[in-house]
């Protein structure tokens, strides 16, 4: 029993995953450290600082880690998927209503001190659940019934966390998408839906009429890809249609002010052009015999439905305050905390940085309070100064490292819950990976999530530890048994 | 489904290397390709200095500043780069006691984690003068440097009630405009500084400077190249007229009530006095006299000109004769009797002693109680509609055409609309069917359930000199930059007919100046030469005397001016809101008074001791 264990500690245990975990806490520790030291230079131990307090914190995500992998059975987490599922959803409704408003949004729990997200323990019991329920032997996520349970399972939590106001947890939940395609659903339908999102960003913050560009280049290659075969025809109809796109832009340039050409809207030609490709479509389609044809002029429509409700709701129908908050949520207007300068002030810190960065401690655009939440949303403005490129590619590729091993952990996996709870693990680490680092950089618009593990806070770091770590025991107690 | 998993994770393998190349391919461009992120190479960082603009001069209709700025200095400190210092010297030079500065001192070592590198405002707006002292032994203090501060400045008393004042805001203002504030601005809170934040607040600017990590500031971040300028805020000029608003003051000293006049052709307010009020030498800094604003028991804050809900009293007979007259159940020559007021059963609605029976004209001139019970009846038992309830309901929408019973819309803020009896109130008080006309008889002479602003019957007085309509009264004109309204050119009519109008102000001439003995109410607002009208008010004021009211215009063909004058507590209307409003007129038409007596009395005249306070 004893040599089996011994083999079991040793060798079931992915020690490449836990040692990424390890330098990545470290290096977020290093790095609240270095974020805070300017206006409050103390030891990294203090405990009335950050650093000392996140010290705390990584020391007991640890003891919760050794607890997971060793105290309790991985077979308890499959069992009590649903009601530790029940009871987080729980919490997060009530702490709507008995939080304070912190910058809008309602979404935690405060004792004395101690302050906590129920949002964070939430990706925990939702991905055990959709785990659960996905790894029956029954279940099949094309089959209308059962996908709609999983979209119930996800998309319930993620409401509630949009009722808070946590727009960035909410989003981490588009996420579990990746699992569901990973389970066998369509691919197509995940594209679809990622494509209206960024239609729907796009008509927002730029205008309509890049969007319905993007909406025809997309449609236009699609088609392609779709069709497999490609002649010449295509190619003649491909450029007219990039012709007729151009058109507005060069008219723009030739029109004079009063002139004839100027009066023509651009977004009346385009609707032109669409109208003219839906109707061709279709008659080919139908011509043809040739399905995909026909679902590329209705995903045209349903695309051009979507920008044109999008702009009418937003402008019309949406109160004053319901638009300032989109506004603020995809960083078009300033807001009071001042998300633009936020921004502007965190890529100055990255971009400062440069090649081998300012060296640690060194930074002075994190140390000064320029970048606003610096030991914890923007945690990396302060490894992108201090340690410039070379460090960014470091952190990243640890990330990447980590989410890759996941994946082929769980593809290595027997078990269907196993895999499919890596997969969940890996999409949520992945999702603040890209938000997060996105947000800093100016990819995306500001949405206050941390970054795992690196980010200041308590929370946040046990959530991802249980997150992570309840996968290591899953898969140590496979390669333990087969 | 193994084959067909491994090509899907391979899928979302590659997609999680695209992203990470998508990522690190930015964070290349930001890093390494552009240097529009690079500072220096010196290792440097921004600070922003924010410039505050200088907030917008309000001027009066005639060019005539009112509200202006002066300069003052906070100094501020920076507890970190503080070293020890003498104490009495810097005490001295700040003119303040030593242990002021030792507290505060003490209060920032507290606070030190808090404050960090901050920079805390240790004094406020301080003298020109005190700051050239310390300015001169600043060199002694590091940490310690003045910064100029603009605040408000006030040349002419036009009152604190009118133009307002601006104060630093708070959480829940920063909240309920979000956006546009951040802790440490000003913003208009009352008055016309408030009708106007958006005009006379200008936009803040900034200089940005390098700063090393030694935490010294080094030199202007590209040379000012990026730097923003303040836009000063916009200059607003008001239809106020700044010598008859203080001398609107001055009237109202030691009173309590309100004086409100109006350019009846376009709505634009002349003079709006509410008092008592606050004294604007107390506007500028009004943070230090909080509390000794709001423990005055005659309430200086509450503008009652927009917003106390009076009875009009006799003032109001001028509507109801109107509206008799526009239903056809009034007519010139019907006369009804009058003695010693109007009975029914056992009771009666008592009436001042005068000849009797008489007619329309006399009844105004005279303000006769008793005709104007016949009026209102005739009004609501009119045969023409179902019952009283529809009679009263019709009474109801002539009455707000005037203006009444609801807000006017002027932009002045915190304006209230005041209360108007609807047969719905009434139902529910004695139940449907439940009261008649003598019920409700005291609305027939402005008593009751009728509620006005002074603005408001301003603005009847507008009405009646314009012979029917109103514009929108309003306190800002339009200028460059600066819009208003479209709402404020268009004419309200009344729903009465200007035929009508012409018959009732003849009575209201004749009110004025029918000559003394002759039974008119309000001789005494008699100037020669003005024609005058008016009509007097002599409200009951459960707390106390009578209140005093008179409404009038002038002169009677082409009105330049209409008043509208509610003294608290001052017994008959010709008593002292006659004089007052007279008194006003001659000053805007004619410069100055003939009758200096009279504006002595007028002056001097102090009726605190009768108003009952609130508390």
């Not at chain 2, 009076?310 to 003695?339: H, R, W």
């Not at chain 2, 309003?474 to 109008?501: A, C, L, W």
């Amino acid at each position: 029993m004893g040599n089996f264990s011994d083999r079991g500690v040793k060798r079931s245990i992915d020690w490449k995953l836990v040692i990424t975990y390890l330098l990545l806490i470290i290096i977020g520790w290093i790095n609240i450290y270095a974020s805070i030291h300017s206006s409050e230079p103390s030891s990294i131990f203090d405990f009335s600082v950050r650093s000392g307090k996140q010290f705390v914190w990584i020391l007991t995500a640890l003891g919760l880690a050794l607890v997971i992998l060793f105290a309790v059975n991985p077979g308890f987490w499959r069992s009590a998927a649903l009601p530790m599922y029940l009871f987080v959803l729980i919490l997060l409704v009530v702490v709507i209503f008995v939080s304070k408003d912190v910058k809008g949004s309602h979404s935690w729990f405060e004792f004395g001190p101690v302050k906590f997200q129920p949002a964070e323990i939430s990706k925990i019991t939702t991905s055990l659940l959709l785990a659960a329920l996905l790894s029956q032997t029954n279940f099949k996520i094309t089959r209308l019934k059962d996908f709609l349970m999983a979209a119930i399972v996800i998309g319930i939590p993620m409401l509630v966390i949009l009722a808070e106001s946590e727009t960035g947890s909410a989003l981490v939940y588009a996420g579990f998408l990746f699992v569901m395609y990973r389970e066998g659903f369509s691919g197509w339908w995940i594209f679809s839906i990622i494509i209206a999102i960024l239609l729907f960003i796009l008509t927002l913050t730029v205008s309509p009429y890049v969007s319905a560009l993007v909406l025809l280049g997309v449609i236009a290659v699609t088609g392609l890809v779709g069709s497999g075969q490609i002649d010449y025809r295509f190619w003649i109809n491909l450029s007219i249609l990039t012709l007729l796109c151009l058109a507005p832009w060069l008219f723009g340039k030739l029109a004079t002010p009063e002139g004839f050409l100027s009066r023509i809207k651009p977004m009346y030609i385009l609707l032109g052009v669409s109208l003219i490709a839906v109707i061709s479509l279709i008659i080919k389609g139908y011509k043809d015999r040739r399905k995909h044809l026909s679902i590329a002029a209705l995903g045209l429509l349903a695309g051009i439905a979507l920008i044109f409700s999008t702009e009418f709701i937003f402008n019309n129908i949406l109160q004053d305050h319901q638009r300032k908050r989109i506004e603020v949520l995809l960083g078009m207007k300033e807001d009071p905390s001042g998300v633009g300068y936020n921004v502007a002030q965190s890529m100055i810190a990255i971009g400062s940085g440069g090649f081998k960065g300012k060296g640690f401690l060194n930074g002075t655009q994190t140390t000064f309070g320029f970048v606003p939440e610096q030991s914890t949303d923007f945690i990396f403005c302060t490894v992108g100064e201090e340690w410039g490129f070379l460090g960014c590619l470091v952190v990243i590729l640890l990330y990447v490292f980590m989410i890759w091993r996941i994946i082929i952990d769980a593809e290595k996996s027997r078990e269907a819950f196993t895999r499919i709870y890596g997969y969940c693990v890996a999409s949520c680490i992945f999702m603040h990976l890209f938000i997060n680092i996105g947000m800093t950089i100016g990819l995306m618009p500001v949405i206050g999530i941390p970054l795992p593990l690196l980010s200041y806070g308590g929370s946040s770091l046990w959530a991802f530890t249980i997150l992570i770590f309840i996968f290591i025991a899953l898969y140590r107690q496979e390669k333990k048994y087969y | 489904m193994t084959t067909e998993g491994n090509n899907r994770s391979r899928v979302l393998l590659i997609g999680l290397v695209v992203v990470a190349v998508v990522l690190l391919g930015k964070l290349f461009q930001i890093q390494i390709l552009e240097d529009k992120y690079k500072i220096n190479a010196s290792n440097n960082s921004m600070v922003y200095d924010l410039i505050y603009p200088t907030r917008g001069i309000i001027y009066d209709r005639n060019g005539k500043i009112i509200v202006s700025n002066k300069v003052t200095y906070d100094i501020l400190v920076t507890p970190r780069e503080v070293t020890p210092f003498d104490t009495l010297m810097l005490a001295s030079a700040l003119d303040v006691s030593p242990d002021f500065i030792r507290e505060k001192m003490a209060e920032y070592s507290r606070n030190k984690k808090k404050i960090g590198y901050q920079s805390m405002v240790m004094l406020k707006q301080i003298k020109p003068e005190v700051y050239m002292k310390f300015a001169e032994l600043q060199y002694n203090f590091p940490g310690f440097r003045g910064q100029v501060r603009s605040i408000r400045d006030y040349p002419v008393n036009a009152g604190g009630n009118l133009l307002g004042y601006v104060s630093e805001v708070d959480q829940k203002y920063i909240e309920d405009h979000p956006g546009e504030y951040r802790p440490g601005d000003y913003a208009g809170k009352t008055g016309i500084e408030a009708a106007r934040e958006k005009d006379l607040r200008g936009e803040k600017g900034y200089h940005i400077y390098l700063r090393n990590s030694k935490n010294q500031i080094e030199r202007p971040y590209k040379e000012g190249e990026m730097d923003k300028e303040a836009i000063p805020g916009k200059d607003i000029f008001t239809t106020i007229d700044a010598d008859l608003q203080q001398y609107g003051q001055e009237l109202m000293r030691d009173k309590v009530g309100s004086l409100v006049a109006i350019e009846p052709k376009t709505g634009e307010i002349l003079s709006l006095v509410s008092s008592p009020g606050v004294d604007v030498s107390m506007l500028a800094d009004i943070s230090q006299h909080y509390n000794e604003i709001i423990k005055d028991p005659h309430k200086p804050m509450f503008n009652r000109a927009v917003q106390a809900p009076y009875p009009p009293g006799s003032v109001f007979k001028l509507v109801n004769g109107l509206i008799g007259l526009q239903e056809g159940t009034l007519n010139m020559d019907i006369a009804y009797p009058c003695y010693q007021g109007y009975h029914f059963g056992s009771h009666k609605l008592g009436c001042h002693s005068h000849a009797s029976p008489l007619k329309l004209e006399e009844a105004i001139m005279m303000s006769c109680n008793g005709f104007f019970c016949y009026v209102l009846r005739n009004i609501l038992e009119n045969k023409k509609y179902k019952g009283i309830d529809e009679a009263l309901d019709k009474w109801n929408e002539y009455v707000q055409s005037f203006g009444f019973g609801h807000k006017l819309g002027s932009d002045f803020p915190a304006e209230l609309g005041g209360t108007l009896p609807t047969s719905k109130l009434y139902n529910k008080r004695y139940g449907k069917g439940g009261w008649k006309f003598t019920t409700i008889i005291s609305i027939s002479i402005g008593q009751g359930e009728v509620g006005v602003t002074p603005l408001q019957i301003a603005n009847l007085a507008a009405i009646m000199a314009n012979r029917g309509w109103y514009k929108i009264p309003h306190i800002v004109k339009e200028s460059e930059g600066v819009e208003i309204d479209p709402k404020y050119h268009e004419r309200q009519y009344t729903m009465v007919d200007t035929t009508n109008f012409q018959k009732v102000i003849k009575g209201m001439w004749r009110a004025v100046n029918n000559g003394p003995g002759t039974g008119c109410t309000a001789a005494i607002a008699e100037v020669k030469g003005l024609d005058i009208c008016g009509k007097t008010g002599t409200a009951q004021n459960p707390r106390g005397a009578d209140n005093s009211v008179f409404i009038c215009f002038a002169p009677m063909d082409d009105p330049k001016i209409a008043v509208a004058a509610y003294v608290e507590n001052a017994g008959f209307g010709a008593t002292w809101a006659a004089p007052i409003a007279s008194l006003l007129i001659e000053k805007y038409l004619l410069g100055e008074t003939t009758r200096p007596e009279l504006e002595e009395r007028v002056m001097k005249g102090n009726l605190m001791s009768r108003v009952k306070t609130y508390n």
